[in-house]
């Protein structure tokens, strides 16, 4: 695999006195695809907070792209997708709106978006599928369509990696499917990605490697294989072998199948 | 009808109160919409009370009222935004201190000062006659500052109020912004006291706002739309106290408040039209089990120049962000 994007060494972190992770060992190459697995509580979600920088570490060390957290400032290489309950306001906002605000990193402040900013903005919400609900309010989306938003904000900073808290918490299958389609695309460009999973989904082929949390620990690291040996999400990850971005969703080979439309080769 | 005639116009103090009408008026909902989009709508009202003291504290002093307003409030603003960001106590219990302590200390101080309730009142709803030419310097530097700031940081301050935690990810200074707003909420606050007053100013950053978000969709849209709706009730509002005589803070809320009633339901029968229009608007390329190509005159093949990517049992290219792959004559979206 290719250089480190992530290093992760002896991380431990107390959320309120409350120790959530014990001395966390955790790396992501460059090109790979990395899902944090576990248990509510297991502290999957705090340890990718930690690496965006939104929880202190109490002892430990994280770096980026090879650079120590503290003195990183490139930060329009990460793209961070939160859980969607973090975004929302009190004033209506359209989708490109809250979209446009992934190239801020890429901004100065008091300068005008560039002709760059507008295209890189559209592309990322054409590529979650929602072209047509772009000067939408996101309160008038869907669950499942709103978090697609959340992801083309973190897609339009043209990130070379995606970090992602749970994306398909409580999103409906359409969606998980658009976004299946979506990941594949980004990591077919080569970059990386890191995702926080309760289930694999239509997720599971994507994934190049499992981390599964236990209380705050590292209790497996290895490739998902099908069946997965251990961990609580081995019934998921077999479920999901039929789901949208698997291989053989739909005919290829034999030319007399009907395709899902009807439509034959 | 006097109001034809203009006559108000002739009155130098009247000028100077309409000009301070027409910065308050942009500048009160300029901050507001960045303080109701954080859920922070009261924040207005707390550093008004807050203010008070500020005034009470010139009264006693002899320094200009003005001033002295600007420095407490900000004060006050920057301590409630500090107790917010930490969490040490909720946000609500903050800004109910700041109230009691805010008038409390006010009215003790005017009270020393040897000032009467009816110098108070003129800082409370305002007073169209008391804008001095000083006043309104100060006032204009300092809501110029507030407008060209809320405009030209806009899509960062949109940002810290819509997620301050991808904010954060992003490596924006969330802190300083969020400080940044609290002050601009806070100068608002002794800008717009002459005009609506300190117990008044919370309507008018609030109020516009609310009657924009009826009738729009976007952030933007709102921003825009809330300036005309705080500025046209502000004008009209000190007009208003001229033949009158009542306190302008009065009847400029009021009359933004006529403004929301008008638009409540022009914005629910444009919400119901909006929802009819509305297709489901997804995109089968994204959403779709089997897509094909929009008219794809391109060969793809190891030397075509695009990314190969393995699928399964066949090969995808990566063309302008979609994934195609050869089925029969034609290619699919995958």
């Avoid at chain 1, 430990?60 to 969607?84: K, M």
């Avoid at chain 2, 009847?251 to 933004?256: E, H, K």
């Amino acid at each position: 695999m290719g250089e480190p994007v992530i290093d992760v060494r002896g991380l431990t972190v107390e959320l309120g006195e409350r120790p959530v992770l014990h001395g966390v060992d955790f790396r992501v190459s460059a090109g790979e695809v990395v899902t944090l697995l576990g248990a509510n509580g297991s502290g999957k979600s705090t340890l990718v907070r930690a690496v965006v920088g939104l929880v202190p570490a109490v002892a430990g060390h994280i770096e980026l792209f090879g650079q120590p957290l503290r003195t990183f400032r490139d930060w329009a290489r990460i793209g961070y997708v939160p859980q969607r309950t973090t975004a929302s306001g009190g004033v209506p906002a359209t989708v490109r709106e809250v979209v446009s605000s992934g190239r801020l990193a890429r901004r100065m402040p008091f300068a005008p978006a560039r002709r760059a900013d507008r295209e890189a903005v559209d592309r990322a919400i054409d590529m979650v599928g929602l072209a047509d609900r772009a000067d939408d309010g996101i309160h008038t989306l869907s669950g499942g369509q709103q978090q697609r938003t959340l992801i083309a904000r973190a897609a339009a900073g043209e990130p070379d990696v995606l970090v992602l808290d749970e994306p398909n918490a409580g999103v409906d299958q359409r969606s998980q499917e658009a976004f299946a389609r979506s990941l594949r695309t980004f990591v077919a460009a080569g970059h990386t990605v890191l995702l926080v999973l309760h289930e694999m989904g239509p997720l599971a082929p994507l994934v190049s490697r499992g981390v599964v949390l236990d209380a705050g620990h590292v209790v497996r690291d290895g490739p998902v294989q099908k069946p997965v040996a251990t961990g609580p999400t081995s019934s998921e990850a077999a479920a999901a072998t039929t789901a949208a971005g698997v291989p053989n969703d739909h005919p290829h080979r034999s030319d007399d199948e009907t395709g899902p439309f009807g439509w034959t080769s | 009808m006097d109001f034809l005639t203009l006559d108000f116009l002739d009155y130098p103090h009247m000028q100077r109160a309409l000009i301070a009408a027409l910065l308050t008026g942009l500048a009160a909902p300029a901050v507001g919409t960045y303080l109701v989009h954080r859920r922070l709508a009261l924040m207005g009202d707390g550093i008004g009370h807050v203010a008070l003291t500020g005034v009470a504290v010139g009264l006693l002093t002899g320094w200009a009222p003005v001033w002295t307003a600007v420095v407490v409030a900000i004060a006050g603003a920057v301590t409630i935004e500090l107790v917010r960001a930490h969490g040490k106590a909720s946000a609500d219990v903050a800004l109910a201190m700041l109230f009691y302590g805010g008038i409390a200390g006010g009215v003790l101080l005017t009270g020393l000062a040897g000032s009467t309730a009816a110098t108070l009142n003129t800082y409370l709803f305002g007073s169209i006659t008391t804008v001095s030419q000083d006043d309104l310097w100060v006032i204009g530097i300092l809501a110029v500052v507030v407008i060209a700031l809320s405009i030209g940081l806009g899509p960062q301050l949109f940002a810290v109020c819509q997620d301050e935690e991808f904010a954060r990810a992003c490596g924006l200074p969330v802190r300083l912004y969020s400080i940044m707003i609290a002050v601009m909420a806070a100068v608002t606050v002794a800008v717009a006291m002459r005009t609506v007053g300190l117990l008044l100013v919370s309507a008018l950053m609030v109020v516009p706002v609310a009657t924009s978000m009826q009738l729009t969709r976007g952030f933007r849209a709102t921003f825009v739309l809330a300036l005309s709706l705080g500025l046209v009730p502000s004008l009209a509002g000190v007009v208003f106290s001229y033949y009158a005589d009542v306190a302008p803070g009065a009847s400029i809320v009021v009359t933004a408040l006529v403004g929301f009633a008008l638009a409540w339901p022009l914005g629910t029968a444009l919400r119901r039209r909006r929802q009819a229009r509305r297709s489901n608007g997804e995109d089968p390329r994204v959403t779709g089990t089997h897509v094909t190509a929009e008219d794809h005159a391109h060969q793809h093949d190891e030397n075509c120049g695009h990314p190969a990517v393995e699928h399964g049992d066949h090969t995808d290219y990566l063309h302008d962000g979609h994934l195609h792959a050869a089925h029969g004559k034609h290619y699919d979206e995958h």
